[in-house]
């Protein structure tokens, strides 16, 4: 499949127009570069503006959605690539093993429990090896995680050390080459 990269963002669009013109960008941001997006297959908010924008700039999508969220419709109708998996741990699994990284961009507790789930399986090295994963600070989103993570680091929680911490960039070409590398 080449270079893939895992993306992980809100199902909605959010409050600012921020958020979806940086999830736009990041579809035509790695199409230009030649790698796949592999994301939750959803065609409205952001997983759908992601998608838009690495379609119109021809690049290939993978996306992997639940059969329920089939059967809502909920499904983007202009990607080719849709695998239908039956649970939403089943649906981070097959993201996970298509991915060469991930990148998370603003949304809600399921792009959270995406994060924190390849967070982990990259520390614990489940993937076989550690995965980067980075963060994409649209308009200051995860000033409050950043902080988290220091704290968390700092009180012993997570050891600097660690595998799987992510990069957390408000420059999404800077993230890409970092993640790419």
């Given at each position: 499949?080449?270079?893939?990269?895992?993306?992980?963002?809100?199902?909605?669009?959010?409050?600012?127009?921020?958020?979806?013109?940086?999830?736009?960008?990041t579809g035509?941001?790695?199409?230009?570069?030649?790698?796949?997006?592999?994301?939750?297959?959803?065609g409205?908010?952001?997983?759908?503006?992601?998608?838009?924008?690495a379609?119109?700039?021809?690049?290939?999508?993978?996306g992997?959605?639940?059969?329920?969220?089939?059967?809502?419709?909920?499904?983007?109708?202009?990607?080719?690539?849709?695998?239908?998996?039956?649970t939403?741990?089943?649906?981070?699994?097959?993201?996970?093993?298509?991915?060469?990284?991930?990148?998370?961009?603003?949304?809600?507790?399921?792009?959270?429990?995406?994060?924190?789930?390849?967070?982990?399986?990259?520390?614990?090295?489940?993937?076989?090896?550690?995965?980067?994963?980075?963060v994409?600070?649209?308009?200051?989103?995860?000033?409050?995680?950043?902080?988290w993570?220091?704290?968390?680091?700092?009180?012993?929680?997570?050891?600097?050390?660690?595998?799987?911490?992510?990069?957390?960039?408000?420059?999404?070409?800077?993230?890409?080459?970092?993640?790419?590398?």
């Open positions: 499949m080449g270079r893939a990269v895992a993306v992980f963002c809100g199902s909605g669009l959010g409050a600012r127009p921020e958020y979806a013109q940086a999830a736009a960008g035509r941001a790695l199409a230009a570069r030649g790698v796949t997006l592999v994301y939750g297959g959803g409205k908010g952001m997983m759908g503006a992601v998608a838009d924008g379609l119109a700039a021809g690049g290939r999508v993978v992997v959605i639940p059969h329920w969220m089939m059967e809502k419709e909920a499904a983007h109708t202009g990607v080719a690539e849709m695998r239908v998996v039956e939403m741990l089943e649906r981070k699994t097959v993201m996970a093993d298509l991915a060469d990284a991930f990148l998370v961009l603003p949304g809600g507790l399921g792009t959270m429990d995406e994060m924190f789930e390849v967070l982990t399986w990259s520390q614990l090295r489940l993937h076989g090896r550690s995965k980067p994963t980075g994409l600070n649209v308009a200051g989103f995860y000033d409050d995680l950043r902080r993570l220091d704290r968390a680091t700092r009180d012993g929680y997570i050891r600097e050390s660690s595998a799987g911490l992510p990069t957390i960039d408000d420059d999404l070409g800077r993230l890409l080459e970092t993640l790419l590398a």
